[in-house]
């Protein structure tokens, strides 16, 4: 499996921006797709983000127009940018590879996640 290791959360004012990162051990054994999967409090999975390996970006209704997920293979690392922030957006943030599309129960490796709190 690839590894996987977010940074980039914390606690952010609604309306303002977060961008998220995600190192991996290497995509071009993580699959089709990179994604960014959230969870808040008492609810389910929910895949918010993920790009494929030509860089087609899929979104969720949820964030779209406000979030944007990138790729750097060159860097093995994926960004989540996370603009115009709203209460609803509090979870942790995972990032997930081997998978396919906004489908979070797909993804077979996870990182630890990455907390961003907005208030």
């Known amino acids: 499996d690839v590894q996987l290791v977010e940074s980039g959360g914390g606690s952010v004012q609604a309306g303002g921006s977060v961008t998220l990162s995600c190192v991996a051990s290497?995509?071009?054994?993580?699959?089709?797709?990179v994604a960014w999967i959230r969870q808040a409090p008492g609810k389910g999975r929910e895949g918010v983000a993920a790009?494929?390996?030509?860089?087609?970006?899929h979104y969720a209704d949820s964030v779209k127009g406000r979030f944007i997920i990138s790729k750097e293979n060159a860097k093995n690392t994926a960004y989540l940018q996370m603009n115009s922030l709203k209460p609803e957006d509090t979870a942790m943030y995972y990032c997930?590879?081997?998978?396919?599309?906004?489908?979070?129960?797909?993804?077979?490796?996870w990182g630890q996640g990455t907390q961003v709190t907005v208030s």
């Open positions: 997930a590879a081997g998978g396919d599309g906004l489908g979070a129960s797909s993804y077979s490796s």
């Open positions: 290497g995509f071009t054994e993580s699959g089709n797709y």
């Open positions: 790009v494929d390996r030509f860089g087609t970006a």
